[in-house]
């Protein structure tokens, strides 16, 4: 069973990687780095799969909001708790919106379409996605990469690779669970 899952990690991993930083992903960053230290994906390709998600997703949040404006999912994006004042402060703070938007959590996704609605023009807003998306994936997959390191000198060099997937899935699985807790506690206290 292990090594059918270790062969379908190595796979796909990365196309996984890939789609979880697509929309907020940080645990799938983390997972990328973790799996780049156990020298299951290459680390500088995990990089480039994780800037590139993340850069692709609010890219199209974005245009999603530039071109759709009055698109029933817009519509329903503009409608949420903090879109007016995402909106409000890219038209403020273009500059310092677009670069910390993605590291605030919740925000994400109302923030690519506020921005995408802004008067900020889309050649500034893709070159100051570029930045922010390259900071976020050295930043997640550094934690993944070093999680990875923790858990080897935590448990030793004596494990076999697939039982060091198997702890990096459920190294994952906390982040993600523990993200999505705290995510959840910090809206249901803002409303």
Avoid at 1 to 14: K, N, P, T, V, Y
Avoid at 49 to 58: I, P, R, Y
Avoid at 163 to 175: D, Y
Wanted: hydrophobic share 50%; aromatic share 12%.
């Amino acid at each position: 069973m292990s090594d059918l899952l270790h062969q379908l990690i190595e796979r796909f991993g990365l196309i996984a990687v890939f789609a979880g930083c697509l929309a907020e992903g940080e645990s799938a960053a983390i997972f990328g780095g973790f799996f780049a230290h156990q020298q299951v994906f290459d680390p500088l390709v995990t990089l480039a799969v994780v800037f590139s998600g993340a850069w692709l997703g609010d890219t199209g949040l974005f245009l999603a909001g530039r071109r759709f404006a009055d698109h029933p999912r817009i519509v329903s994006y503009r409608a949420r708790p903090g879109f007016s004042h995402a909106h409000n402060l890219i038209e403020r703070h273009p500059n310092l919106f677009v670069l910390s938007n993605r590291f605030i959590y919740g925000l994400r996704a109302i923030g690519g379409v506020a921005a995408g609605l802004s008067s900020i023009p889309v050649a500034r807003f893709m070159a100051l996605n570029a930045i922010s998306a390259a900071v976020w994936a050295c930043l997640f997959v550094g934690i993944g990469y070093f999680l990875g390191e923790g858990a080897q000198r935590l448990i030793g060099d004596e494990m076999v690779k697939h039982e060091r997937l198997l702890i990096g899935i459920g190294i994952s699985v906390a982040i993600a669970i523990a993200g999505l807790w705290l995510g959840h506690r910090y809206l249901k206290k803002r409303n």
